[in-house]
């Protein structure tokens, strides 16, 4: 089964004469429980497909279907709904509340939406995350990997149909780049997570298990298992 499949992607930006087109004619699949880094220089359309994948970006045509649900035509209030309840975001930076501990941080959507977490799977991303002794602790008190790691917690406790990770190594140093990229992998294999990556790091491209390759909106090359050199 799919966790995600678009279609003829097409995106334009602008009007008249002053049109990018940024993605042209898209199409690939990402299934269940499956780790896919996309690459391509700097304007080859990486967070563009980023965002139109996670539906916060709608695309000019084609189709997008997340988790079986046809994007295409869901209005913004719809959409903002479907994210909150099947995707899972990190970023390159963060976006931890400073004055939360790890734990509060890792609840927060659910607080936010009002709902209860499920005891169990937090106890077990907080064990497959190595988070158990610093639950307590603000982001203040850990280092930058940590963070990362908490925000990966926050993604996954939800069970999200797909966590769409944005140059997640982007702001650390390669050692704890690793163990972030090591946490992200362990959540594919230990519970089924489905990961989407956006990075223009080759080492972090070898941790996924496959590797898309985008040149000027399109899609130039797909790689299965990728070493770092194979991906440079
Ligand atoms: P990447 O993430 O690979 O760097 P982007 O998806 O950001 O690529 O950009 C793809 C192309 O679309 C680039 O030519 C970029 O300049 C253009 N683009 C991106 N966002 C906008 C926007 N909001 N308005 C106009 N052009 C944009
Ligand atoms: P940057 O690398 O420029 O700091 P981020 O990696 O934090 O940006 O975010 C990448 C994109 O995702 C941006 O276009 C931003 O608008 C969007 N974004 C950031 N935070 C969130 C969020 N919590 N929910 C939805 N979209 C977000």
Wanted: aromatic content about 4%; charged content about 20%; hydrophobic content about 40%.
């Amino acid at each position: 089964t799919l966790a995600v499949e678009v279609t003829d992607l097409v995106k334009v930006y602008g009007t008249g004469d002053t049109t990018v087109r940024a993605l042209d004619g898209v199409g690939v699949a990402f299934p269940v429980g499956e780790f896919t880094a996309i690459m391509g220089p700097s304007g080859s359309g990486k967070s563009t497909l980023m965002h139109c994948l996670a539906g916060l970006d709608s695309a000019t045509s084609g189709s997008v279907r997340l988790g079986g649900t046809e994007l295409t035509g869901l209005s913004d209030k719809a959409l903002t709904l479907l994210r909150r309840q099947r995707v899972g975001f990190v970023f390159q930076s963060f976006n931890l509340l400073p004055t939360l501990t790890a734990e509060q941080n890792i609840l927060l959507p659910f607080d936010l939406a009002g709902r209860k977490p499920d005891r169990r799977r937090l106890a077990q991303v907080v064990s497959v995350l190595g988070l158990g002794e610093r639950l307590r602790h603000t982001p203040g008190q850990l280092s930058g990997g940590q963070q990362q790691r908490v925000a990966c917690a926050r993604a996954l406790l939800g069970h999200p149909d797909v966590i769409f990770a944005d140059e997640p190594t982007g702001n650390l140093d390669s050692r704890t780049g690793a163990d972030v990229l090591d946490v992200l992998r362990r959540s594919v294999r230990e519970l089924g997570q489905t990961v989407v990556m956006v990075t223009h790091d080759p080492v972090a491209a070898s941790y996924a298990d496959r590797v898309v390759m985008l040149a000027d909106g399109r899609i130039v090359d797909e790689l299965r298992h990728p070493t770092s050199e194979a991906v440079l």
